[in-house]
């Protein structure tokens, strides 16, 4: 009998698409499927319970780091006899998923996978997304995370499933949390968004993605992605990165502005159900990618770009 | 303070890649290879705390013999003394656990108060081994770290991290293992007078067996093989063509 357990993982009151995403991946191996919901969210393991069937929770942490997730996981796993364990390829996954793998016996580790071929077989993206690797796990426990934007969000079940309460004693002794400090943004995330508006080094500085960027995501209500260069040079906030080694995305529109196309960065965009590319240098590796390119000047095309669009929309 | 870089060697982010005939890794030959980009970072944070604060470092790597080249690279930006042990991943593959599981021998022998390393490798892209080796040798790890500051008094350190929707800030104490996200710091190139150094710096080799270490991986490489390839779209000539395209054949706008 295969037992897999999700993490689950939310803001606020919401639970992230790329959870969902994560019980469709685990769903193609038959099996039960629980979901573990760590901190003090009751609403969340409700809302959790019509798409699993039993419901882990655990309302002991206040600060859920990669240390206090390993005690609590690894205490899960053990006591429920899990032999698969699902995430998300988010940040604190990254880095908790690994430690599980070494504290469990007879465990391993596949890393933010695209596609699942059979029970211990799965499909990841290496060298930068240059190369599709298919990989095999021998271990009796399976540990994996998914890169949510390969699978499509799971359909809720018939019916309501228990929620446990998992109270386990847990003494993390490792990592001693400071602080979190969010950039508040009102616009959609990056991996949630449906549509993603994203400059590069094209747009010249920080004035001009502003102009460019902004604008356009605002009459389309998207989320706003950059290059590394931008995030680099400060213009934006890191975590706005898109590519193999920032956030890897996949919305059904992506329009890449003043954006070359290195090899980085389309890794991490390349999965996007429509592309289009607006740059002035006509061979830009960006629009070996694109559905649509335009060559010219951003600073021309954009404005106007804005403008059919508020006609549409009207 | 005592520190512990590791060092990668990988194939050059630029490099054309081609699969073995049969697809069970890539080929090596005739490839560019170069020190894994995050481990440099990691390298130079290494020096930048070294000196600050005063100690050695010493650079450790699991590879091939050529991988003496990324070892005296590291000596030449200013590291101590080298390490190599000796296989070739690239040809006899290793998983995240056996990796771990030998540098953790490296670890016990030469007992740093901080390992360092990249967040990942640009080849595997797993972003695993790091904190796969904290919790097998008992110690805490900060990842993704975009700031370091030690505390020597306290004998700890302030670790800044790169994580979803904005930065965390943790302590932890020493020994730790931290590994480096891109905007740690930007690497020093090698001065003239380092590269002739690093010439005459030790790099101490050994083997599995040195270790007494038996292979036995639990993931294994089945396949490599390429991305299918998007179709390549096409050039519109202005912004209402683009519309209608969006609008009519597309159907998002």
Not at chain 2, 187 to 199: D, Q, V
């Amino acid at each position: 009998m295969i037992n897999h357990l999700i993490i689950v993982e939310y803001n606020d009151d919401v639970i992230l698409k790329s959870t969902y995403c994560t019980i469709s991946a685990a769903r193609k191996i038959p099996g039960k499927i629980s979901a573990l919901v760590i901190g003090s969210n009751k609403q969340i393991s409700e809302q959790i319970s019509e798409y699993v069937d039993k419901v882990y929770y655990n309302n002991k942490i206040v600060n859920i780091t990669a240390d206090s997730c390993t005690d609590i996981i690894f205490d899960c796993v053990n006591k429920n006899d899990i032999t698969y364990v699902w995430s998300s390829t988010s940040s604190l996954m990254k880095e908790t998923m690994p430690r599980i793998t070494s504290r469990l016996t007879n465990a391993s580790m596949a890393s933010d996978i695209q596609n699942v071929v059979n029970e211990n077989t799965f499909k990841r993206s290496m060298w930068a997304g240059d190369i599709i690797g298919t990989i095999k796990l021998l271990s009796n426990k399976k540990i994996i995370t998914v890169r949510s934007t390969n699978f499509e969000p799971a359909e809720k079940q018939n019916s309501k499933c228990a929620i446990v309460d998992f109270n386990v004693e847990i003494n993390p002794s490792f990592i001693n949390f400071i602080s979190y400090d969010i950039i508040k943004s009102d616009r959609p995330s990056l991996t949630e968004a449906s549509m993603i508006i994203s400059g590069g080094r094209g747009v010249k500085n920080k004035d001009g993605f502003n102009k460019l960027i902004f604008p356009l995501a605002d009459v389309l209500k998207a989320a706003v992605g950059a290059t590394r260069a931008v995030c680099d040079a400060g213009w934006v906030p890191n975590d706005w990165q898109v590519g193999q080694t920032g956030k890897i995305v996949a919305p059904d529109l992506y329009i890449a502005i003043g954006i070359s196309g290195a090899i980085q960065h389309v890794a991490g965009m390349k999965g996007s159900k429509t592309i289009v590319a607006i740059n002035k240098d006509p061979d830009a590796p960006i629009f070996q990618v694109a559905d649509y390119g335009i060559i010219g000047d951003a600073f021309i095309i954009v404005p106007q770009l804005i403008e059919e669009i508020k006609k549409i929309k009207k | 303070m005592k520190i512990l870089a590791l060092v990668k060697r990988v194939t050059d982010y630029e490099a054309k890649l081609k699969i073995k005939s049969d697809a069970t890794f890539i080929e090596t030959d005739d490839i560019n290879m170069i020190m894994n980009p995050f481990d440099e970072i990691s390298v130079e944070e290494a020096l930048r705390i070294k000196e600050k604060h005063g100690g050695e470092v010493i650079i450790l790597s699991i590879g091939p013999e050529e991988a003496t080249q990324q070892i005296r690279n590291a000596l030449a930006m200013g590291a101590d003394r080298g390490i190599l042990v000796v296989h070739d991943t690239y040809k006899k593959f290793l998983d995240s656990g056996m990796i771990a599981k030998i540098i953790k021998h490296v670890y016990e022998m030469e007992q740093p108060d901080i390992i360092l390393m990249g967040k990942q490798a640009i080849d595997d892209d797993n972003h695993q081994v790091g904190e796969y080796l904290a919790e097998m040798v008992n110690i805490g790890h900060g990842s993704q770290a975009n700031e370091v500051n030690i505390n020597l008094e306290s004998k700890s350190v302030i670790i800044d991290k790169e994580v979803d929707g904005g930065i965390e800030k943790i302590s932890l104490k020493l020994p730790c293992l931290i590994t480096a996200d891109l905007r740690l710091n930007e690497p020093r190139y090698a001065s003239l007078p380092g590269i002739m150094k690093a010439k005459r710096k030790i790099i101490k080799k050994f083997n599995l067996d040195d270790f007494k270490i038996e292979i036995k991986n639990n993931v294994i490489i089945e396949k490599l093989e390429l991305p299918e390839k998007r179709e390549s779209g096409v050039i519109v000539k202005d912004v209402s063509e683009l519309i209608n395209k969006l609008h009519n054949e597309a159907k998002i706008i």
